[in-house]
Structures are given as C-alpha cells and as structure tokens.
C-alpha cells in the first residue's frame, strides 16, 4: 500500500488510477508513467514520475514476478481494479 500512496503524492493521481498500471506503462529512463482510463481503456496521455519516486518503483518492480502484467494484484495475481469492479458489482453500486 505505501507504494501506492507514494505514487499518488508524487503524480497526483488518484489511487484507483495507479492500480490498473501495467509494467509495459512505465518509462523508467524517462520517468513518466502512462495512464488510462479506467473504462475504456484507452491512453490519457503520460505523467511524469519524480526520480526519487521512479527508483522506488524500479525496486519494487524488480521484485515482481517476470510474468506479472499489473503492478499491483492480490495474491492470485487478479488486478485490484478487477476485484474493485467486482465487489462493486456485487453490492449494486
């Protein structure tokens, strides 16, 4: 969790937007993120990453696993916004 709130300080991105990056969303060399919209999808453009933060997620996603897509799953490896969508569903929000 506290990579997530680090990422939110240092973008300004709301939580729920940095939970469906991918690792393919990262551009460490240049420190800027991706980002995309939670319906469609689609691109909304790139962030810019404050080195201190871009070496933080350079370690953690180091320590990820090679094949993993999303940066941040549950422990099966489902996306939190996936789980999110469901619990959502689930309750008729």
């Known amino acids: 969790m506290w990579m997530r709130i680090l990422l939110s300080l240092g973008t300004g991105l709301r939580l729920r937007d940095i939970e469906i990056w991918r690792v393919s969303d990262i551009d460490f060399e240049n420190s800027y993120v991706t980002t995309r919209s939670k319906k469609t999808r689609k691109s909304m453009g790139s962030r810019h990453v404050p080195v201190p933060i871009m070496a ?3 370690k ?3 320590g990820l696993d090679a094949k ?3 940066i941040f799953t549950d422990l099966l ?3 939190l916004f996936y789980l999110y969508s469901c619990a959502l569903n689930s309750m008729a929000i």
């Open 56 to 58: 933080e997620l350079k």
């Open 60 to 62: 953690y996603v180091s």
């Open 68 to 70: 993993q897509e999303n």
């Open 77 to 79: 490896g489902k996306s």
